[in-house]
């Protein structure tokens, strides 16, 4: 029971540090204008390595500057040239996955960074500048948490489960044809979300998750209950995008909407850092509004159809 304790304790402290972590992001970027401070996924990457300071991502501290800052820069690169369009984006998320492979990072989120230029419609070199202030601070923030924090107690043989598959997870993919499948995915839906006008449809988290489950999908955990991904981030999206209005878009609204997040992915008991980015999203867009949650809700439905048919295919002779 003590050791029980002591883990819920570690892991709220982590949650707290996050939030904490979190506002100060977005106090600075209301109060200096300088608004692409507040880079969503830090939101994901901040709960992660606070909550789990050993694990993959949190053992990776310098990668976590420098892999999304360069995905950033090219993302930014292609924008400059070209509005929203399918091949845009896969050439984007081509050049992120390659980035992320010859830097031996374990950082999916770069991903995101490298896509979320190219959705929001931002073409200022400033959006590269606030990717790495926002990085540094949250590094040099996880090196003192690593030598604060309290010491984790012994995990259950249950626990050390849930923790490799979160940690496997973060590993590069190693699957023999996810990259085929994840650039297929972002073809294919980024198509839909030109056709369509409905940007978000391919909402930069989504692809992460993809890169992830699509890299790793023989790791059992939340995608065996695929439900759980569309609802989830449906309700962090609809959370960010009210809260959003109503702090009208300010850091008590980013704080309020990150914590509802949280409260969310702790009552379906399952570890699913990009949904807390999406819920962040809404605060850097210029005009959210209903259609976002939506557009997100069909994205992730599209995802969990597209991986139940991949691993279908992948279970079949051929792909062997």
Not at 48 to 67: E, S
Not at 120 to 144: K, N, T
Not at 173 to 197: K, M
Request: proline share 7%.
């Amino acid at each position: 029971m003590h050791a029980v304790d002591n883990k819920h304790r570690t892991s709220l402290s982590g949650e707290a540090l996050a939030l904490i972590y979190m506002g100060i992001i977005a106090f600075s970027a209301q109060k200096t204008g300088f608004s692409l401070l507040l880079f969503p996924e830090l939101a994901a990457l901040s709960h992660d390595v606070f909550t789990r300071p050993q694990g993959k991502w949190a053992g990776q501290p310098w990668q976590l500057v420098i892999t999304p800052t360069i995905a950033a820069l090219f993302g930014l690169f292609v924008v400059r040239h070209t509005n929203f369009n399918a091949i845009a984006i896969t050439l984007i998320v081509s050049v992120s996955l390659i980035v992320i492979k010859l830097l031996k990072s374990t950082i999916a989120p770069a991903i995101s960074a490298g896509v979320l230029p190219m959705v929001l419609s931002e073409r200022s070199w400033i959006y590269p500048v606030g990717i790495f202030v926002g990085l540094s601070v949250l590094v040099l923030v996880l090196l003192i948490w690593k030598r604060c924090a309290p010491k984790a107690p012994s995990l259950s043989h249950e626990e050390e489960i849930d923790s490799k598959v979160i940690d496997d997870l973060e590993t590069p993919p190693h699957d023999r044809f996810w990259s085929v499948a994840l650039v297929a995915f972002v073809l294919v839906l980024g198509t839909l979300a030109q056709v369509t006008g409905l940007f978000f449809l391919i909402f930069p988290p989504l692809i992460v998750v993809a890169y992830e489950i699509l890299g790793h999908p023989e790791i059992p955990g939340w995608m065996e209950r695929p439900i759980l991904f569309p609802v989830i981030s449906f309700l962090t999206a609809s959370v960010g995008l009210v809260f959003c209005h109503v702090f009208d878009a300010g850091f008590v609204g980013v704080i309020v909407a990150m914590f509802c997040s949280i409260a969310i992915l702790k009552i379906f008991k399952v570890h699913m850092p990009p949904a807390l980015a999406v819920g962040i999203l809404p605060f850097v867009m210029k005009a959210p509004n209903y259609r976002y949650p939506i557009s997100v809700l069909i994205g992730t439905v599209a995802l969990m159809l597209y991986f139940a048919s991949y691993r279908r295919l992948r279970e079949s002779t051929w792909l062997k």
